[in-house]
Every structure is written in C-alpha cells, then in structure tokens.
C-alpha cells in the first residue's frame, strides 16, 4: 500500500509525478499533467505472492507435441482478416482494434465471432442490440456468448470458471472497462475512461489473455487526430495494433496493423461495407478509379500495400486565392508530406503555388503512406494548374490514363520504389503504361 497526499498525472501516457511540470518527461506532451488529490492507491494484484517458474524452450516444444496441443496459430476463417495477422491468430495474443466510430468495427468483429465462435464482452451494447446485429448479418447465434459487463473482474472471474472453453474474446469497449482495484483513488482519475482505468484493465485483460491463453480483440475509439483515445502506453502492452478505416459515406473498408509482434506490419485487408455486412474482396474487384474520363486534376497510381498492388487516383484542385490564409487540404496523403510535394511544385515546376489553394484527394477515401504516389500527387496539382488534361495512351494505342510511380526529393528527383516491376506488371494487366521520367520538370 502506498499513500499520496497528492500527484501529478499524465492525461497522455499515465505517468506520475510527486510534483508539476510543464513537459512530460515520459511522452514529451506539453501541460498535460493534471493533479489528483487525496490519492490512495491500492493494487491487489500486488498483493498475492507468485510462483515463479523457469522453463526451457526445447522442454515446452516437447510438452506441446506430446499434449497434441491446439495449434499455436488458427485461421479466423476471414482470407484478409488472416493477411493482416500474419497467417492467422496467435492463441493467447492481446489485440487492440482501433477505428473511427460507425467505421464497422463491431460488425467485422461479431463477423469475426460467428465464424472462429467465441466470448463477447459488451460494455456499450445490450445483449438485444448485439442479437439483432448478428441476425441482420445472418450469422449462427450458437457461437456467441454474450457477457453484459463492464467490470474487469467480472470477465476474469467468468474465464476462471468455463477454463479453456474459448479461443477468442472480443472486449468492446476498453473506454467503457472499469477496475474495483482504481476504486479507492480519487473521482478524477477512476472514473470510466479516465487513463487510470484504461492503463490499469488493458493490462489485466492482457495478462488474462496470456494466463488463459485465449486471443483477446480489445476496441479502442480514435480521437479526432486519427489517434487511438487513452494514454499511448495502452499500444505499447498489446501484441498487436490493427486499424480499422475508410470513408463512412463511401463502401470501403481497409484493415492496416501499425505493431505486430507476430508477423509483419505492411499487409493490408480490404473489406466493402454491405447490407449483409462487410464482404472482403480480392485485388481484382478494387475499383478506386472514378473513370476514363480525361479531366484535369487527374492522375493514377500503383500503390503497394504490404504485397498487394492497387491502382489508385489522385485528384487534385488548384486554384488562385484572394483569401489572406491559403488553404490546404489533403486527404488520404499526409498533410506534412502534402505540404512537402507543394513547395516542391512551386520550385521544380514553377507554380506559383504560394497564391493559390491546394486540395488533394485519393479516390475511396483509402489512407496512401506509400511515397511511391509523390510523382502521382505532383502530376495531379500540375494538371490542375495547367487546366490541362494528362496525356493519354497506352502501350496499345489505347486511350487510359497513364500511371505515375515514384517517389521525389527535395531536388525534384524521381526515385524508383520498393516493388516497382510489381506495379509496372499490374498497370500493364490492366492495359496501362507507366510513365518512366528522372525529375519531375519532365512533367511540363
């Protein structure tokens, strides 16, 4: 037991201090420490005395061919589900599952539920409004057990009584958990969600995982920055960060994993939003160009997400402002790397971009880190300026767009990318030429 007349907290990684200071040492964010007074911690998984153990590797990998185990890992039964993981789930793993609210992230994972079968901790839903979701997607109510809590505890006590009877646990929300052991602190900093509660029931649940050795999906929200809600410790204790997103208006839907200890973190799930729930779908149906029409502003891509090549457009809007702030908008690039590509129109290609507003758009509302769309980008806003179609023609006298590959310097040098004979194979599949230039100037 410790005791605390006062103390200084972290609102965005949870670290404690005796005293206040303006920067988090921890995290490095500005007055973000707010004070808790009357503290008294108490921490009962302190309290118990454990057993430690020492085992040897070879001895375990023994053991587990004799108990004819179940497998280490097992297919979610959904093929781009398992592309983002690595080859599957990874049995007694902690997965924190982010997204934007109304993204769908509770319908892929009840999808999730009704194919492996599984343990649903509803902390924001009833066990009504999750049975008419698994209705309306028409999946068996017999793979579901719904557990209506909120409580910590109460999930770990229910685990200790059914051992073993589950493989997976969806945990939705982690902003609605709560834990009897931050009960005795102050108001402001047990209270639900607070950074308190969600440090203190991710690593409960993340040390129920391993114990229990059932794969544990926790749903986190996102801020309006595009971060996940909490102290960012909470994406340090899991094994794995998956991402969730896409446009709401739009049907479709991209799973990205930002940390896997599993597998690597470069492979993305593509899923269309349907009436009967999310659908995942092959390269071959990714559509993401708007049409041949030759417009101004236009410009394709090939993408590569993790192994998968994507045809891609780019549509840019460039116009000459009166306004004493330019805008700037980009979405679905980064905005410091928009801005980057813009000063490097206005000095390579000589746009006089510092008068004018800027917006640029990936076609589908799908996220582009890939830096082999810069060349892409810059053709765009230069169409644009220009109010100058691009070029047409393919290798077969055709009239497609052409697609712009590479990633640029500060000088304006094109650089070929991780992959480049892959893309330039899926533009020729689908009748396209790639366009092969060393600086961007070539673009005038």
């Not at 599993?262 to 659908?279: H, N, Q, Y």
């Not at 236009?298 to 460039?318: F, H």
């Not at 510092?354 to 990936?362: E, P, Q, S, T």
Request: charged share 25%; with cysteine.
């Amino acid at each position: 037991m410790k005791n605390k007349e006062s103390m200084f907290v972290c609102s965005n990684c949870g670290n404690e201090y005796a005293k206040w200071q303006g920067q988090c040492s921890a995290c490095g964010q500005w007055n973000s420490l707010k004070e808790i007074k009357g503290t008294k911690i108490q921490n009962s998984r302190f309290k118990k005395a454990m057993k430690v153990e020492v085992k040897n590797l070879s001895e375990i990998n023994q053991n587990s061919d004799k108990k004819q185990k179940s497998p280490l890992i097992f297919s979610t039964g959904i093929k781009e589900f398992d592309r983002v993981l690595g080859k599957g789930i990874v049995q007694g793993s902690a997965v924190l599952f982010a997204g934007e609210p109304g993204i769908g992230k509770s319908t892929l994972l009840t999808q999730l539920v009704g194919k492996v079968g599984g343990l649903y901790v509803a902390g924001e839903e009833s066990a009504e409004q999750i049975g008419l979701r698994v209705d309306r997607l028409g999946l068996n109510a017999e793979k579901f057990d719904i557990l209506e809590t909120n409580r910590v505890e109460e999930i770990e006590e229910y685990l200790d009584r059914v051992n073993n009877v589950y493989k997976i646990a969806v945990v939705d929300s982690i902003q609605t958990m709560v834990s009897e052991s931050q009960s005795t602190i102050s108001s402001s900093r047990a209270g639900v969600g607070s950074v308190g509660q969600i440090r203190e029931t991710t690593f409960r649940l993340v040390q129920l995982a391993k114990q229990k050795n059932i794969t544990i999906f926790i749903v986190g929200h996102v801020t309006k920055e595009g971060d996940i809600a909490g102290p960012k410790i909470l994406e340090h204790m899991v094994d794995t960060v998956l991402y969730f997103e896409g446009e709401k208006n739009g049907d479709l839907r991209m799973l990205r994993t930002t940390k896997n200890r599993f597998g690597a973190t470069d492979e993305v799930g593509v899923f269309k939003m349907e009436e009967r729930g999310l659908r995942e779908i092959g390269s071959e149906e990714i559509n993401l160009i708007s049409g041949e029409n030759n417009l101004a502003g236009k410009a394709v891509t090939v993408t590569l997400e993790g192994s998968r090549p994507m045809l891609v457009e780019i549509q840019a809007l460039v116009v000459e402002s009166f306004a004493p702030m330019l805008k700037r908008v980009f979405s679905g690039i980064d905005y410091n790397r928009g801005q980057l590509l813009v000063a490097i129109g206005q000095k390579s290609l000589g746009m006089p971009l510092f008068k004018c507003d800027v917006f640029v758009a990936v076609s589908g509302g799908i996220r582009i880190e890939d830096t082999g769309a810069d060349l892409a980008v810059l053709a765009a806003m230069w169409s644009s300026y220009k109010s100058a179609p691009l070029s047409v023609g393919d290798s077969s006298g055709g009239k497609k767009m052409p697609v712009y590959v590479g990633e640029v310097s500060l000088l304006g040098e094109v650089k070929k990318v991780r992959g480049w004979e892959k893309r330039k194979k899926e533009a020729e599949l689908l009748g396209r030429k790639m366009v092969e230039i060393k600086n961007v100037r070539e673009l005038k």
